[in-house]
């Protein structure tokens, strides 16, 4: 039986941990197995670039922190058996996604279990797709080149209609040279 400063520890680690998730916009929950040491340190580096906290957390916690933020439906699946973590993302709700999907397919045998998004839990599918999601800046630059796109045609031919209609005129008759 665990003394009880081990069972207040847990208590707080369980709270944090939903806590976090309660005010995060997504995660995901990973299989890391397998990750070389080396690896693991570029994940966490590239993770914490893109604003989202990796953590080890053991499996009963997290499922108890899963529960606790309104995510149970993690903690039933057979996500949490094994080697788990789970990425949570501070600001941009594709960050987790897209890091953890480029390791994934890196390393075989780590691997995308499930997650949640705005309050609701995703397949591992559902993750792979969001991290093929184009990141915010390219989709305003998309949406911004098809905006322009129009004008810079449309400017194009109204200079090739000024041109030819500059072409028809004579050209004025220059005035003699006096000595």
Known sequence: MPSNAILERKKQVVSALADELKNSPAGVVV????????????????????????????????????????????????????????????????????????????????????????????????????ANIPSKEVMIAKILGSIQSPLYKLANLLSQIAEKQGEGAEAPAEAPAEA
């Open 31 to 130: 299989k890391y197995e397998g990750i070389s040491v080396a690896d693991d340190t570029k994940l966490r580096k590239a993770l914490r670039e893109n604003g989202v906290h990796y953590q080890v957390v053991k499996n009963t916690l997290t499922a108890r922190a899963c529960a606790e933020a309104g995510f149970g439906e993690i903690s039933k699946d057979t996500c949490l058996n094994g080697m788990t973590a789970i990425a949570i993302a501070t600001n941009d709700p594709i960050a987790p996604a897209k890091v953890i999907k480029e390791y994934a397919s890196k390393i075989e045998s780590f691997t995308i279990l499930a997650g949640y998004l705005e309050g609701a839990v995703i397949d591992a599918a559902t993750v792979e797709s969001l």
